[in-house]
């Protein structure tokens, strides 16, 4: 017989496998806060993820079968990887990255390089982690990739055959579309104009289109398109009473998550032209992140992204360990932190910092540690 916490462990980390022969493979991933269904032309096929209770992003890896969901209520991590038997069964949530200070907001992921990138929002950074194949001791804590000052980075999209990550930042008084390459370097706002909060972003790489979707103040929406470098910006959709959030692509098809109505949406890619409507792909309470199957347009065809594929791709890093004595470590996070063996701190509720040396003024700790509680993101006090 094991122990409690390791027959705890057990009963969090494996799922339910479904009988390959009651299922078949899925099309489309919708996240909602306690579960990840998984469609077929409208039909939901199979569910995971029900053990985590408050998701919000996801991201794809087409090669090996994974889906990486983000959860801001479990200690245990806050960013986990679901495994498949083939295309057909979930066998177990792993905790990957570390629970983080600031929940995360959206996943990006490059299966060229098996690096995860996510967003973490009011918490003003873009992080990465390079994630290893067979699994780890423990969840890691990833490293910083972009640190910002106001901006507040929301969705984000990887162009891994150029070699550029595209995310949204909804700082209302600022809000902007920007990019930068893989490493980080090279950060570009290419929108500016007429944006309030870009939540959903999604980047065609066969097309060389980049979607986003814009609400708008008061009642009012858009989704919108443009090259890849901002320019030939055009409205595909625009209205009211929709309050659009997530946002993803196949080979066919935009879909995208509207928390109003409570529901996925779907509008072929070729009634783009001709004025077409959008139709309900799923009624769903809270949809938040989409995945698309085939959403990863180089995994569809390899050869255009070899053509295209920049040879100047510069990846990010990882920084060097460094061994720091046990008696500086021990004492090295104030108020109650934990120290990591890197020289990272896990701080207590309350603090925040390198070094868990500042205390976080109750208003604005209640501000920061909520995420999504309500169906819409604040648009206001944001610093």
Request: hydrophobic share 35%.
């Amino acid at each position: 017989m094991g122990s409690a916490k390791s027959r705890g462990l057990v009963l969090f980390t494996v799922l339910a496998v479904l009988a390959s022969d009651a299922v078949r493979a899925w099309d489309l991933g919708v996240v909602t806060r306690t579960q990840i269904q998984l469609l077929k032309q409208k039909v939901v096929e199979n569910t995971a993820a029900e053990q985590l209770k408050e998701m919000v992003a996801a991201a794809y890896d087409p090669v090996r079968k994974i889906i990486y969901v983000s959860d801001s209520n479990t200690k245990s991590g806050s960013i986990f990887r679901i495994r498949t038997v083939g295309d057909l069964a979930f066998v177990g949530v792993e905790p990957i990255v570390t629970e983080q200070f600031d929940a995360v907001q959206g996943i990006a992921f490059d299966d060229r390089t098996y690096t995860l990138y996510w967003t973490t929002g009011i918490g003003h950074t873009i992080n990465y982690l390079r994630v290893p194949e067979n699994g780890t001791k423990g969840p890691l804590p990833g490293h910083v990739l972009l640190t910002f000052k106001r901006e507040i980075p929301q969705g984000i999209a990887i162009d891994s055959c150029r070699g550029y990550l595209y995310w949204t930042n909804i700082y209302h008084l600022n809000a902007t579309i920007e990019r930068s390459r893989l490493d980080g370097t090279d950060r570009q706002v290419i929108v500016h104009e007429n944006l309030f909060q870009p939540l959903g972003i999604a980047v065609d790489m066969e097309q060389d289109l980049l979607y986003w979707t814009n609400e708008r103040e008061g009642l009012y929406y858009s989704i919108e398109i443009s090259d890849l470098n901002g320019g030939s910006r055009k409205t595909l959709i625009q209205g009211t009473h929709h309050q659009p959030f997530s946002i993803a692509l196949d080979d066919q098809n935009l879909y995208w998550s509207d928390w109003t109505n409570n529901a996925v949406y779907m509008l072929p890619k070729s009634s783009f032209q001709d004025g077409g409507r959008p139709e309900v792909y799923e009624k769903v309470y809270s949809p938040m992140g989409l995945i698309s199957k085939s959403g990863n347009m180089t995994f569809i065809n390899e050869t255009y992204c070899a053509i295209n594929r920049s040879e100047d791709i510069v990846m990010p890093t990882e920084p060097t360990p460094t061994l720091i004595p046990y008696d500086v470590l021990r004492n090295l996070c104030k108020n109650n932190g934990v120290p990591h063996a890197n020289g990272t701190c896990t701080c207590a509720i309350g603090f925040i910092g390198e070094y868990c040396q500042t205390a976080v003024l109750p208003d604005k700790l209640v501000y920061r540690r909520r995420v999504f509680r309500k169906s819409r993101l604040p648009v206001s006090g944001l610093v």
